[in-house]
């Protein structure tokens, strides 16, 4: 038996062949931990959401009352689009998932990032033609702060109860829409181009982000050791 | 050799027959440790002092006023039905996430049956959270001295519509199972209350009563106070939401590998028998008329709710005549007899003045609060009738105690020139507006006293511009304004007039003037 018969590759072809490999096994990790998120799922939900405030738009669906009640099902819409981002944070492998790699925070960063802006897209496709209390500015707004605020539950409650987190807020912000309230924090109750509640809308998804990526969604009763 | 013959026969233990509802018990009490609704319960809790609790205590310590925005409009179950939803939904679909579907199907117990033990913990636990809650805030409204009754029946509509999203929410999630099943059953709860209001609020009868949220015309001041809270539309209510809850739980039951044969047939039944009971509800919600006393269900109606709830009048006086409350309004008596004080002092003497004021139950009105119960003059001696239940009383919805005096001596002195129901002739307009003046109310004020809220359709309609052929109005523009136009300027000289001789003058007129036969240009 010799190895007379076997061939070399040409030069450089073995320094590209594991790039190429590196880059498809990269998509792949990507689309395996999407698909371990359900994330496809949740794009469709969120696609949903946005063919639901088009028909509530168009439909004059509004809550009878002043201008404030005319935001109700809008927010309602993206409290439901928040929940959906947040629930995808949960994952059923635990300690094994975490112990998997350095590219753990990457994922769970672009994953959030990435259906946001789904839903985002969704919702502004859904509002065009609509009359849509404050716009795309007002619901790129309250879609990241609610978002961030789903976020932040998962990091504190874990990824399954997640939704309550938006929908706490939309509690708040209903008692803050009915008295007229005009702190930030309630920021959807506030004009779009609110500077303070622009940025306490964003600093809350940037915080719930940071944490979902730094963290993780709170697993069992145990909180994951940074990554 | 056996021992056969000699063995003693051993009988069937005489606890097997009971063995079925220890075996059901020790399934929920297993259920009930480890259900994940306690843990969503103190977040509920949050909510339901953020939402529920703290706005109300800005109302007047009266039961009907304090709960109209907790119980009225149902936001006691928009702060739980939707988290109950979701977690209920959560637990519904645990057996699929956990991957056990296949191991607990083939186990004794039909799936069926394990599964209506799981949604009972979620129920009981989600139940009694909120009667809890409820219990709690009712005892904070007791020691507050809240006057008047609990709306019990509206506590009753809540646990029902707690029961009926749990069992949605469980359903969804026993049917759908996936991560996404809470929050999209949270969040279809969160639609349905929002559609609910949209649909309450601009709906005064019909089947749109039936929904919780809705307080056109059923939840009103008289209630608790000069009557029973009627019960008729809250067992409607029950009955729609149990159908709901029912027909949920026997969805669960109809597929293939929720039991044999004849359960699924029973979960048909059970099913329909759901349907049937919440089409009922909505049926009779339908049939609702608005009564004195609130909405009335024929069907249902029971004559005894119509009954007055007797009391003791608290009295104090007034220039002289004896002003009388409820004593659920004893807190309201010195406001109300500062308030009626001068303009009792300017028709003192005169005939048909009030020897007594006494407050009356108002009518229901059918939208969301009692509007339009105008006070009278009636009877011999004269009694001022008032149903103050109309009124902003202090602290209700915004009102402060001079907006409450003020609309008080407008009530009054629109009662005393006898102008009814109606704005009145130019002529009761401008005594109208000369004794108002007199009683503190300047002639710059009145316009906005006249377009309160809350006050009978004529001090709007007063506001209009004059019909033509009937002289002018106090105000020449819809809306509040500058108190210019004939009629103004007739009470100015009336008002101008020395108070003896403004009293000599309404004496001998106030028969003319009660009539409508008096004219602007017979004032002085």
């Given at each position: 038996m010799t190895a007379a018969g076997i061939h070399r590759p040409p030069p450089g072809a073995a320094e590209a062949r594991p790039a190429s490999r590196r880059a498809l096994a990269t998509l792949r990790l990507a689309w395996l931990y999407l698909v371990s998120r359900r994330a496809p799922a949740a794009a469709g939900l969120l696609a949903a959401l946005g063919a639901l405030l088009r028909a509530a738009l168009h439909g004059n669906w509004s809550v009878a009352g002043g201008p404030a009640a005319q935001q109700v099902l809008p927010l309602v819409i993206e409290t439901g689009a928040a929940a959906v981002i947040a629930v995808t944070t949960y994952g059923p492998f635990g300690d094994t998932e975490r112990a998997t790699g350095r590219w753990l925070p990457w994922l769970r960063l672009g994953t959030a990032l990435l259906l946001t802006a789904v839903a985002a897209g969704a919702l502004a496709a859904g509002a065009t033609g609509g009359h849509l209390p404050g716009g795309s500015l007002a619901l790129a707004r309250n879609l990241a702060g609610m978002t961030g605020t789903g976020l932040l539950a998962a990091a504190a409650l874990g990824g399954a109860f997640a939704w309550t987190g938006p929908m706490a807020y939309w509690l708040i912000t209903e008692s803050a829409l009915t008295r007229s309230w005009t702190t930030p924090w309630t920021w959807p109750a506030r004009p779009p181009h609110d500077l303070g509640a622009a940025l306490c809308a964003y600093g809350v998804f940037a915080a719930g982000t940071a944490a979902v990526t730094l963290l993780g969604a709170r697993h069992s009763s145990r909180r994951p050791a940074p990554e | 050799m056996t021992a056969a013959t000699s063995a003693p026969v051993r009988h069937q233990p005489p606890h097997a027959s009971r063995s079925v509802p220890l075996t059901a018990a020790r399934l929920l009490r297993l259920e009930l440790r480890r259900n994940p609704m306690p843990w969503i319960l103190p977040l509920i809790a949050a909510a339901f002092w953020f939402d529920s609790y703290r706005p109300s205590t800005t109302q007047p310590p009266i039961w009907v006023l304090r709960t109209f925005w907790n119980m009225g409009q149902g936001h006691t179950i928009i702060d739980f039905g939707p988290f109950v939803a979701g977690v209920a939904a959560w637990a519904g679909s645990r057996d699929v996430r956990r991957g056990i579907a296949d191991l607990v199907t083939v186990t004794a117990r039909s799936r069926w049956a394990a599964q209506l033990a799981s949604w009972a913990a979620t129920a009981i636990w989600a139940v009694g959270g909120y009667l809890v809650f409820v219990a709690v805030m009712f005892g904070v409204y007791a020691h507050q001295g809240v006057q008047g009754s609990p709306p019990w029946w509206w506590v009753a509509v809540g646990a029902a519509a707690v029961t009926a999203f749990c069992a949605a929410g469980f359903a969804v999630g026993a049917l759908f199972p996936s991560r996404f099943a809470a929050p999209l059953a949270a969040f279809g709860a969160f639609l349905v209350m929002a559609m609910s209001s949209r649909t309450g609020f601009s709906h005064t009868s019909g089947w749109a009563l039936i929904l919780p949220t809705n307080s056109n015309g059923n939840y009103q001041p008289p209630s608790g106070i000069f009557y029973p809270y009627l019960p008729d539309l809250p067992i409607a209510r029950v009955m729609f939401l149990a159908g709901i809850a029912v027909a949920a739980l026997g969805l669960i039951g109809l597929p293939a590998g929720a039991g044999g044969p004849w359960l699924r047939r029973t979960a048909a039944v059970v099913t329909l028998a759901g349907v049937v009971a919440a089409g009922t509800g909505v049926g009779l919600a339908g049939t609702a008329r608005l009564g004195p006393h609130g909405m009335v269900i024929p069907a249902l109606h029971?004559?005894?709710?119509d009954r007055p709830i007797r009391y003791t009048p608290v009295c104090g006086q007034s220039a002289g005549v004896a002003v009388c409350l409820n004593p659920a309004y004893r807190q309201f008596l010195p406001d109300v007899t500062a308030a009626l004080r001068p303009v009792l002092g300017e028709v003192a003497g005169l005939p048909g003045g009030p020897v007594r004021a006494t407050q009356v139950a108002g009518a229901y009105s059918s939208g969301e609060g009692e509007v339009g119960a105008p006070m009278t003059i009636s009877g011999r001696p004269p009694v001022l009738r008032m149903p103050l239940g109309s009124l902003n009383l202090p602290g209700a919805f915004g009102g402060s105690t001079a907006q409450f005096a003020q609309q008080l001596k407008l009530l009054s002195v629109h009662a005393f020139t006898g102008a009814g129901a109606g704005p009145g002739t130019p002529a009761q307009q401008a005594v109208q507006a000369a004794l108002l003046q007199g009683a503190g109310v300047p002639f710059s004020a009145q316009n906005g006293v006249l377009s309160a809220v809350g006050l009978p359709s004529w001090a709007s309609a007063t506001l209009q511009p004059p019909a033509s052929g009937h002289g002018a109005g106090p105000a020449e523009e819809d809306g509040p304004g500058p108190a210019t136009g004939p009629v103004h300027a007739a009470a100015r000289r009336l008002a101008a007039l020395p108070p003896s001789a403004r009293h000599a003058w309404l004496a001998a007129h106030l028969g003319a003037l009660r009539s409508g036969q008096l004219t602007l240009a017979q004032l002085p």
């Open positions: - | 029971d004559a005894a709710s």
